[in-house]
């Protein structure tokens, strides 16, 4: 069974950066995916895929954040490097996994979740 554990999120000033980090352990698949999600304040949202990483090495992004954020892996742990933030991408940051060629950016296709992290950005 995979587990993740996320880490890194905090206050941050509208523009400013932060690097968010997911520690995955349990996986012997050689095919899985590993994905940043965000559920907005409210209580109608729901988890959004903000991007994704495939163990054929593509990524992919939601179209908000395309150009100001990155993921990476590096190891065992998943890094998701968000530039430029903005006050709407205030919200709990979720490390989620599956095993499998799928890779995209919608929730139900994985399978493993943490904790979340949460990421609060003020103007």
């Known amino acids: 069974q995979i587990q993740v554990v996320e880490s890194g999120g905090g206050s941050v000033q509208a523009g400013g950066s932060l690097r968010l980090a997911c520690k995955a352990s349990g996986y012997t698949h050689s095919r899985y995916c590993l994905g940043w999600f965000r559920q907005l304040p409210g209580p109608t949202t729901w988890r959004e895929g903000v991007?994704?990483?495939?163990?054929?090495?593509r990524s992919r992004y939601a179209d908000s954040v395309q150009g100001r954020f990155t993921i990476a892996k590096e190891a065992s742990t998943l890094y998701l490097q968000m530039n430029n933030l903005i006050p709407e991408g205030t919200g709990m940051y979720y490390c989620?996994?599956?095993?499998?060629?799928?890779?995209?950016?919608?929730?139900?296709?994985?399978?493993?979740w943490g904790q979340g992290t949460q990421v609060t950005v003020s103007s």
């Open positions: 989620a996994a599956r095993t499998g060629y799928l890779c995209t950016l919608n929730r139900e296709d994985f399978t493993y």
């Open positions: 991007a994704s990483f495939g163990s054929d090495g």
